[in-house]
Every structure is written in structure tokens, then in C-alpha cells.
DNA sequence: TCTGGGGTCCTAGGACCC
DNA sequence: TCTGGGGTCCTAGGACCC
């Protein structure tokens, strides 16, 4: 265990919302619902304004509505996320080589590993400056020798704050906490350690580790034993390789039998466009079924090669969504694909395959193989841009290396017959056309007269658009027939410092200042002049 | 007012091999 | 005829994280 509290935990406050209204000024101050607008959506985040009425993350939609009808509730936009994240895991980058993102709007970062190795806390404060600086958003940090400390730090003074614990405050720091406020302790966890009579930190450092394997497992009761401890030896690690890709949804009423066959086409072409993305192919298929009564079953299919060929893949699907054999209407459907691998088999496996299929899985194994090559050539596994393996070069091709084609090449949309309208799709092309079908309350629109804003109500195709955007003022609203008038939806704005912010707030202001304040740049002496960078 | 979607990891049981 | 035990792979379910 390192001697200085240099593991850094940075945690972006409400950031779904926060990017919201950092794009949406007239939202600001406001109390803001980001999540599924539909029937059956939940929230993903609730702004503190809405938080004071009781809304939180995961809770249905409806029940936040209930206790906060004055909301305004907004279909998420991942791009714009994904823009933000991208700011703030390069703004930490540059603090030490070694970050690891935890989601979107979280990540560890060792500063032990960086410039600023002799002086931690000053690493952490000009993180937090410089992304509030590039972004206009407001993280909460914390700082500990451990990546446990580090969370719990950062949790610690939220929205907005900047906690070290250092080694001598670690179990003062520690032991107070509730349990479920460990990484690994959920709700199921919590209650069967409150029937131990554990409920803080404390109480568990004094439970027999032999307890807690009994009542947790071995894995889950160890851990559980050192974190009392503050025995955390986790390093912070850069990347990691996924495991598996998937897609799921949740339908707004409950599937028939007959319609499921071409709603898993849909999600399945989903999860082929993530598997793309990741390159190579998938040895296992599993679908997962959510039937009306809230039962989960899933059913797997593991075919003897890795592929990305859509007709196999879709087949094992099909075989797993048969072996589910749902009776009761169906709510959710998924397919996750793992058994992941930089190559693919993408051609008729050579004889010597064949025979392993047989062996490894049976018949239908090896048929499904043959039956997927449609009478092209004989060949082959392919390389992903990133690691062709040995495996390529050792597999015999009788048609030479012209048949090497990329695996992203696979046709992916030959598997989803539906709509290309779809907002499912995270890949559409932008601009386009607004239309009734993609009306959505929150998504960026531009107007060929008015310029960029954003759909802030919609009632079939008559939508409300607000001219505005995070280098404006509050903006006017309009209202439009989309079947009438044209306007497209576009790409979401790019991150970009909060306005009239002349001087980089101070640590006091930062703790001080209510985030919504802070973002409007009230800062003393503040002009029109876009914040400096420090770093620069 | 019923409960999202992207994942990871663990457990337990069965098949199979040596 | 009955009976070992360890290792690996696969499957299904569940807990957990954000």
C-alpha cells in the first residue's frame, strides 16, 4: 500500500443533467429529468433541483414525474455525453498516464504516475479547475492511497467536492461509513449483512472473516474482510478488454409470440454493430428474455469458432430465443455477445475445423457452420485491424490471401429489416430530417431561419423548439408542423467553457458556490471573455 | 407508478477428461 | 462392480456497478 493519498477519484455531479443545461441555458436552476420517456422508462439522472422533490436515479419515470411534475424531462443524448466524457478523460490525461474511466463521468487516476507524483492535492484541484474551465462542468474528486478511499472521498461532499483522506485519517474516515456505501455491497448484500447485525464499516471489521464467507461467498466475503480493513491493493489500470457486447430493450407493451422473431432481428442487429465496432467476432450467443411477470430467463448458444458472419450469429440467437420458449408475453428481449476475439471466421472452415466442431459440440455445431458460407469461397480467419494473431497466418487458405477482407466489413444491416427511422439506432447519420417518428423532447434541431435549438415539447409532429444553445442566452421558443416545415436534427453542440468566466473560480469558491450559480460565471469581475486556460 | 441499458464478476451444477 | 478427485468448459442465474 503507497504512503500518499495519490489515487484520485473524479466523479462528474449529475452529469447526464449537467451537460443538459450546460446546453439547454433556459433549463438552468431548474430541476431536469434525463432518461426514458416512454411508458416504461426510468431516470438515468435526476439535477439537484429535482433531487429536492424526492426524483432519483432508477426510478420510474412516472413516479419521478408524479413528484416533480414541474420537470422537464429530456431523452438522453449519448453523443453529447460522450463528447463531455471524452473532454474530461483527456483533461485528466494530462495529469498522469495512468487513468482508468470508470463510465462516462467517472474515472481513477494514479497522479503518483504523473507530474504531479510530489503533490497530489495539487493535481486533483487543477483537475477539477481545468475540466470546470474546458466545460462548464463540476466534478466532485476525492483523493486516498487506495482506489476505495478515492471513491468514497469523492462521494464524500457531494455535488462539488474536493475530500483527501490521508493515511492517518483513513479508519476514523472509514469506519463511520454505512456498509452499502462499498463498492460490492448492494441491496442484497446490505440486507443479509443487517441480519448479522452489520451496518457500518466498524461493525464489519469486527465480524470473523470465516462469517462472512459463509454468508457471502468466498469471493464476496473475502473482499468484503480486507475492504474493512482499507485493504485495497487495486491498482489503477489503463485499459481493459471487453467481454461481451450486447443490446436490450424493453418494449413500451408487451410482445406476442409471433412478433418476437423480428424484434430480436432488431436488438440482434444492435449488438452486431457494437460487435463491429469492438472487431472480430463472438463464440457465445445469449438471449435474454423478460417476461410480463418481470422473470428472467436466459439461454445461450456457443458455437466452435469465433464469428461475426450476421446469418450465424442470428442463428444461434434464434436457437436460444427457441430454447428460452417464452409463454407469457415478453417485455424485454437482449442478446449479449461474448466470448470475444480480435479474429473472426468469416468462410467455410477447413476440414481439420469440422472435425474439432464434432467433436467440441455435436452436430448441429458443424452444420451451422457449413450452412453459414452460401457457397463462397472456402477460407478463413481474419485479423482485426488492431491484432492480427498467429492463428491467421497458421490457417491453410486454398484461395489466397485476396480473400482477407476486414471484419467490419460483415453486412450488419442485413439483419434489421425494420425502419431506418429508428432512434434506436446509435449510428444515424446526421443531419436529417426531423420527422413525426423522431420527434423526441431534448434532441438538438436546427432551423433553416432560427438557427440551432433543441425540441422542448412534441405532440404528434407539432414540436416546440427553443433557439438556444451553451454560448447563448435563454432563447425564444417556436412553434412548427414538421410535416410542414422543415427542420433537421444535427449533431449535438461540442463542449466549451461556461461564458463570462474570466478567472478561474478558487477552491473556496468552488466548495462554496451552489453548482447552477457557479455555471452562469458569477464570478466577481466576470466579462464576456471566454475563461483562460491554465493550461496552455 | 412497477421496475432501463450498458456491462462485470461470482456461484453452482453438469459434462467430460485424465 | 463400485468409486476417487482434479481440471476445464459450458450454462443459468443473480448481484452489482454506473
Same mark, same amino acid.
Given at each position: 500500500m503507497r504512503e500518499d493519498a495519490s489515487v484520485m477519484h473524479v466523479d462528474a455531479d449529475s452529469f447526464f443533467a449537467s451537460v443538459e443545461t450546460r446546453q439547454k441555458p433556459s433549463l438552468a436552476r431548474t430541476p431536469v429529468l434525463v432518461g426514458g420517456t416512454g411508458p416504461r422508462g426510468v431516470v438515468a439522472t435526476a439535477n439537484y433541483e429535482a433531487r429536492a422533490y424526492g426524483c432519483r436515479s432508477a426510478m420510474s419515470m412516472a413516479q419521478a414525474r408524479v413528484l416533480c411534475p414541474t420537470a422537464t424531462v429530456l431523452t438522453p443524448r449519448f453523443p453529447a455525453?460522450?463528447?463531455?466524457?471524452?473532454?474530461?478523460?483527456?483533461?485528466?490525461?494530462?495529469?498522469?498516464?495512468?487513468?482508468?474511466?470508470?463510465?462516462?463521468?467517472?474515472?481513477?487516476?494514479?497522479?503518483?504516475?504523473? =507530474?504531479?507524483?510530489?503533490?497530489?492535492?495539487?493535481?486533483?484541484?487543477?483537475?477539477?479547475?481545468?475540466?470546470?474551465?474546458?466545460?462548464?462542468?463540476?466534478?466532485?474528486?476525492?483523493?486516498?492511497?487506495?482506489?476505495?478511499?478515492?471513491?468514497?472521498?469523492?462521494?464524500?461532499?457531494?455535488?462539488?467536492?474536493?475530500?483527501?483522506?490521508?493515511?492517518?485519517?483513513?479508519?476514523?474516515?472509514?469506519?463511520?461509513?454505512?456498509?452499502?456505501?462499498?463498492?460490492?455491497?448492494?441491496?442484497?448484500?446490505?440486507?443479509?449483512?443487517?441480519?448479522?447485525?452489520?451496518?457500518?464499516?466498524?461493525?464489519?471489521?469486527?465480524?470473523?472473516?470465516?462469517?462472512?464467507?459463509?454468508?457471502?461467498?468466498?469471493?464476496?466475503?473475502?473482499n468484503l474482510y480486507r475492504l474493512a480493513r482499507g485493504d485495497d491493493p487495486r491498482p489503477v489500470v489503463v485499459e481493459r478488454e471487453a467481454k461481451s457486447v450486447g443490446a436490450e430493450r424493453t418494449f413500451a407493451e408487451d410482445l406476442r409470440q409471433w412478433e418476437l422473431p423480428g424484434a430480436l432481428d432488431d436488438v440482434l442487429a444492435r449488438a452486431l454493430r457494437r460487435l463491429q465496432r469492438h472487431g472480430g467476432g463472438a463464440r457465445t450467443v445469449t438471449v435474454k428474455v423478460r417476461l410480463s411477470d418481470f422473470t428472467t430467463v436466459t439461454r445461450s448458444v456457443t458455437v466452435a469458432q469465433p464469428t461475426s458472419e450476421v446469418e450465424q450469429l442470428r442463428e444461434a440467437a434464434r436457437g436460444a430465443l427457441t430454447a428460452a420458449n417464452p409463454t407469457e408475453p415478453v417485455r424485454l428481449l437482449g442478446v449479449a455477445l461474448s466470448g470475444l476475439t480480435h479474429w473472426a471466421q468469416l468462410r467455410l472452415p477447413t476440414p481439420e475445423d469440422v472435425e474439432t466442431a464434432s467433436r467440441a459440440d455435436g452436430q448441429s455445431t458443424a452444420t451451422g457452420l457449413l450452412e453459414s458460407t452460401n457457397g463462397r469461397p472456402p477460407e478463413l480467419l481474419l485479423p482485426s485491424s488492431e491484432s492480427p494473431t498467429d492463428a491467421l497466418v497458421a490457417h491453410p487458405s486454398t484461395e489466397g490471401a485476396g480473400a482477407l477482407t476486414e471484419a467490419t466489413t460483415v453486412d450488419v444491416d442485413a439483419a434489421s429489416p425494420s425502419s431506418a427511422d429508428s432512434l434506436d439506432d446509435d449510428e444515424e447519420r446526421l443531419p436529417a430530417p426531423l420527422t413525426v417518428h423522431t420527434c423526441s423532447v431534448g434532441l438538438d434541431v436546427a432551423h433553416e431561419a432560427y438557427g440551432a435549438g433543441w425540441i422542448a415539447r412534441t405532440?404528434?409532429?407539432?414540436?416546440?423548439?427553443?433557439?438556444?444553445?451553451?454560448?447563448?442566452?435563454?432563447?425564444?421558443?417556436?412553434?412548427?408542423?414538421?410535416?410542414?416545415?422543415?427542420?433537421?436534427?444535427?449533431? =449535438?453542440?461540442?463542449?466549451?467553457?461556461?461564458?463570462?468566466?474570466?478567472?478561474?473560480?478558487?477552491?473556496?469558491?468552488?466548495?462554496?458556490?451552489?453548482?447552477?450559480?457557479?455555471?452562469?460565471?458569477?464570478?466577481?469581475?466576470?466579462?464576456?471573455?471566454?475563461?483562460?486556460?491554465?493550461?496552455?
Amino acid at each position: 500500500m503507497r504512503e500518499d493519498a495519490s489515487v484520485m477519484h473524479v466523479d462528474a455531479d449529475s452529469f447526464f443533467a449537467s451537460v443538459e443545461t450546460r446546453q439547454k441555458p433556459s433549463l438552468a436552476r431548474t430541476p431536469v429529468l434525463v432518461g426514458g420517456t416512454g411508458p416504461r422508462g426510468v431516470v438515468a439522472t435526476a439535477n439537484y433541483e429535482a433531487r429536492a422533490y424526492g426524483c432519483r436515479s432508477a426510478m420510474s419515470m412516472a413516479q419521478a414525474r408524479v413528484l416533480c411534475p414541474t420537470a422537464t424531462v429530456l431523452t438522453p443524448r449519448f453523443p453529447a455525453y460522450a463528447a463531455h466524457s471524452a473532454l474530461i478523460m483527456d483533461t485528466l490525461r494530462e495529469l498522469s498516464p495512468l487513468v482508468q474511466p470508470v463510465s462516462l463521468d467517472e474515472a481513477f487516476v494514479d497522479l503518483a504516475a504523473g =507530474p504531479f507524483a510530489s503533490d497530489p492535492v495539487a493535481g486533483a484541484d487543477l483537475a477539477r479547475r481545468l475540466i470546470y474551465n474546458r466545460s462548464g462542468l463540476v466534478v466532485s474528486v476525492g483523493l486516498g492511497r487506495s482506489k476505495l478511499i478515492a471513491k468514497l472521498a469523492s462521494d464524500a461532499e457531494k455535488p462539488h467536492g474536493f475530500t483527501v483522506v490521508t493515511g492517518d485519517l483513513e479508519d476514523d474516515f472509514l469506519l463511520r461509513k454505512p456498509v452499502a456505501a462499498l463498492s460490492g455491497v448492494g441491496p442484497a448484500t446490505d440486507t443479509t449483512l443487517r441480519r448479522l447485525g452489520i451496518v457500518t464499516v466498524a461493525h464489519l471489521r469486527a465480524a470473523e472473516r470465516d462469517e462472512l464467507v459463509r454468508t457471502l461467498g468466498e469471493a464476496a466475503g473475502w473482499n468484503l474482510y480486507r475492504l474493512a480493513r482499507g485493504d485495497d491493493p487495486r491498482p489503477v489500470v489503463v485499459e481493459r478488454e471487453a467481454k461481451s457486447v450486447g443490446a436490450e430493450r424493453t418494449f413500451a407493451e408487451d410482445l406476442r409470440q409471433w412478433e418476437l422473431p423480428g424484434a430480436l432481428d432488431d436488438v440482434l442487429a444492435r449488438a452486431l454493430r457494437r460487435l463491429q465496432r469492438h472487431g472480430g467476432g463472438a463464440r457465445t450467443v445469449t438471449v435474454k428474455v423478460r417476461l410480463s411477470d418481470f422473470t428472467t430467463v436466459t439461454r445461450s448458444v456457443t458455437v466452435a469458432q469465433p464469428t461475426s458472419e450476421v446469418e450465424q450469429l442470428r442463428e444461434a440467437a434464434r436457437g436460444a430465443l427457441t430454447a428460452a420458449n417464452p409463454t407469457e408475453p415478453v417485455r424485454l428481449l437482449g442478446v449479449a455477445l461474448s466470448g470475444l476475439t480480435h479474429w473472426a471466421q468469416l468462410r467455410l472452415p477447413t476440414p481439420e475445423d469440422v472435425e474439432t466442431a464434432s467433436r467440441a459440440d455435436g452436430q448441429s455445431t458443424a452444420t451451422g457452420l457449413l450452412e453459414s458460407t452460401n457457397g463462397r469461397p472456402p477460407e478463413l480467419l481474419l485479423p482485426s485491424s488492431e491484432s492480427p494473431t498467429d492463428a491467421l497466418v497458421a490457417h491453410p487458405s486454398t484461395e489466397g490471401a485476396g480473400a482477407l477482407t476486414e471484419a467490419t466489413t460483415v453486412d450488419v444491416d442485413a439483419a434489421s429489416p425494420s425502419s431506418a427511422d429508428s432512434l434506436d439506432d446509435d449510428e444515424e447519420r446526421l443531419p436529417a430530417p426531423l420527422t413525426v417518428h423522431t420527434c423526441s423532447v431534448g434532441l438538438d434541431v436546427a432551423h433553416e431561419a432560427y438557427g440551432a435549438g433543441w425540441i422542448a415539447r412534441t405532440a404528434d409532429g407539432v414540436v416546440t423548439v427553443r433557439f438556444e444553445g451553451p454560448g447563448t442566452e435563454p432563447g425564444p421558443e417556436r412553434t412548427f408542423d414538421v410535416r410542414r416545415e422543415l427542420l433537421m436534427r444535427i449533431a =449535438p453542440p461540442a463542449p466549451c467553457p461556461p461564458r463570462r468566466l474570466t478567472s478561474l473560480p478558487s477552491t473556496a469558491e468552488l466548495t462554496a458556490a451552489a453548482p447552477p450559480a457557479l455555471a452562469e460565471g458569477d464570478t466577481p469581475g466576470s466579462a464576456d471573455a471566454p475563461a483562460p486556460d491554465p493550461s496552455s
